[in-house]
């Protein structure tokens, strides 16, 4: 069957990804650049096609906690928002981490602090990928480059939030969020049974059976000693999703002296300086982790084994994934950090410049 | 082939729409596109613009600050963007409110009285579908027959009888360009 492409929004992508990977509910509250999510789903009106929830919440605290409460019954259930509203949601996301609930998150970032600007910006990593809210958590961070991706990762995200009882967080900003191009959607999957939820989540409070004891989703363990097996059960989850969940993607690595790092939208303008400077003959490559946790730590070592000269993360913040760069080169290279904030975005021509001055 | 395009202008003159089924049109050619509006608050005081780029390749950056052809509907748009046209490339401009005409000389200068076309035939809400023929006449990257399935996708069905009046706009638009400076 030859594939239909659609020319969509990445919010619009996400939205309509998200009811064919069989979402059952969805709980959001507006806000500038990503209302087109709800916007979208309120207009398509799922409840028709497949049965999904759409509603809007009396405020960011209020959805987060429906999304808890659906994910305590094992259902696909989702919330997006943009970085001040994500900021609200975080108690519920720990919440969320520390009673093992899958999810799926969508920030499309603005930039800040605070209200901020509603520009696009990446300000929001470390708030994605060092827990967010309280505690000593992760959660799955995919980070979309095209709408394509915003769509494919509405499915990715559910499948590993179940696969791994956690929150999947699709970190995009406004750029990919506002930006149309073409995609091809997945196809429609059904909702989760009764009878797969009591299968596949045995965790859910979907009833107590006679040949179960009842069934209980909390974050509060009061015994120090019972939560910090807790934690270090967590721990041993983490350490599983690092081994096997690292996706990323390299474009003229092979020979290169210099290589750029970025992810989502600072990936496609650093893809773009890759080709400005391969034109002039300089041996410069891009690595772009598609998932920023798990972080591709080994793809970074292997590049500083091969000798590469210098890395430059390309971010729009004050430089944030840099620090993680850092961690794994150790000091065994150059790396620098170029970056745009507070709702401006760096062009192909300045990404290239700032690769020339670190060579 | 890879065109990259900037189509400024005031709110409501279709700009948005004008960039859409123009990356509409290329879908349908099987090409790889990017719309890229802004969407901040310079939006909202008035002027509106979108940056288009179709390509035979994938697409790198939808980000890009300097441009083959630059589409302007108002003085505004053309203050900021005659200087972002790659030179050697091209500048299509309503002269309708205008009073600042293009300077370059190094890139190919176009003009196309719409506005003033589209309000004698009764036609303002296909003033951006005039300017597209313009365009298209001077940069023939998107088959008409793409155009109309694009006009097909982008438009709800129940505004599908009004896709003829839009191709005719096309039309008026290849005749009503002219040319003011080539390079």
Request: with cysteine; charged share 25%.
């Amino acid at each position: 069957m030859q594939k239909e492409f659609k020319l969509m929004k990445g919010n619009e992508a996400v939205a309509e990804a998200a009811i064919r990977a069989g979402c059952d509910g969805y709980f959001g509250y507006p806000i500038t650049p990503q209302s087109e999510i709800m916007e979208y789903l309120m207009l398509e009106q799922p409840e028709k096609r497949t049965g999904m929830v759409v509603l809007q919440a009396e405020s960011e605290v209020a959805a987060i906690n429906m999304v808890y409460g659906g994910a305590g019954c094992g259902k696909r259930v989702m919330t997006s928002s943009s970085s001040p509203g994500i900021s609200l949601k975080q108690e519920g996301i720990s919440y969320m981490a520390g009673a093992e609930l899958p999810c799926l998150l969508v920030n499309i970032v603005r930039g800040g602090p605070g209200l901020g600007t509603i520009q696009p910006s990446q300000q929001d990593y470390f708030q994605s990928v060092k827990g967010g809210g309280h505690g000593d958590y992760r959660v799955i961070v995919l980070a979309p480059a095209s709408v394509q991706e915003m769509a494919d990762f509405a499915v990715l995200g559910f499948d590993l939030a179940f696969k791994y009882r956690i929150p999947t967080l699709i970190l995009s900003d406004g750029i990919i969020g506002q930006m149309m191009e073409k995609v091809v959607l997945p196809e429609q999957r059904p909702r989760f049974t009764e009878e797969e939820i009591r299968k596949n989540t045995p965790w859910a409070t979907v009833g107590k059976t006679p040949d179960r004891e009842r069934n209980v989703i909390s974050s509060l363990n009061l015994i120090a000693c019972n939560q910090e097996a807790h934690v270090n059960d967590l721990k041993k989850k983490y350490d599983t999703i690092e081994e096997n969940e690292v996706r990323y993607e390299t474009y003229q690595c092979d020979d290169a002296e210099h290589v750029i790092i970025a992810y989502g939208s600072s990936a496609r303008i650093s893809r773009k300086a890759v080709d400005l400077l391969r034109a002039e003959g300089r041996k410069v490559g891009l690595l772009r982790p598609i998932t920023l946790f798990p972080f591709p730590k080994k793809q970074i070592s292997d590049l500083v084994a091969k000798k590469v000269k210098g890395f430059l993360t390309v971010e729009m913040s004050l430089g944030q994934m840099v620090e993680d760069v850092k961690l794994v080169v150790n000091g065994q290279t150059k790396v620098e950090h170029y970056g745009r904030v507070g709702g401006s975005i760096p062009t192909p021509e300045e990404v290239a410049d700032a690769v020339k001055s670190i060579m | 082939m890879t065109e990259e395009i900037i189509i400024a202008g005031f709110g409501g003159q279709g700009v948005l729409s004008m960039g859409k089924i123009l990356a509409y049109s290329g879908v349908m050619e099987n090409k790889e596109v990017t719309w890229m509006p802004s969407y901040g608050p310079e939006m909202r005081g008035g002027t509106a613009n979108v940056s288009v780029i179709i390509s035979d390749e994938r697409i790198s950056s939808p980000i890009i600050n300097t441009f083959d052809t630059a589409i302007v509907l108002n003085q505004p748009s053309l203050d900021k963007f005659e200087e972002a046209v790659k030179p050697g490339g091209y500048l299509l401009y309503d002269p309708n409110g205008v009073n600042t005409p293009p300077t370059r000389k190094d890139i190919n200068i176009y003009s196309i009285e719409a506005a003033a076309k589209a309000s004698e035939l009764g036609l303002a809400k296909v003033f951006n579908m005039i300017v597209l023929g313009g365009f298209l006449k001077i940069k023939p990257i998107v088959g008409n027959e793409f155009i109309r399935k694009g006009l097909e996708a982008s438009l709800p069905e129940r505004h599908h009888h009004l896709i003829p009046e839009n191709e005719k706009a096309v039309e008026i638009g290849k005749e009503l360009v002219k040319e003011v400076q080539k390079v």
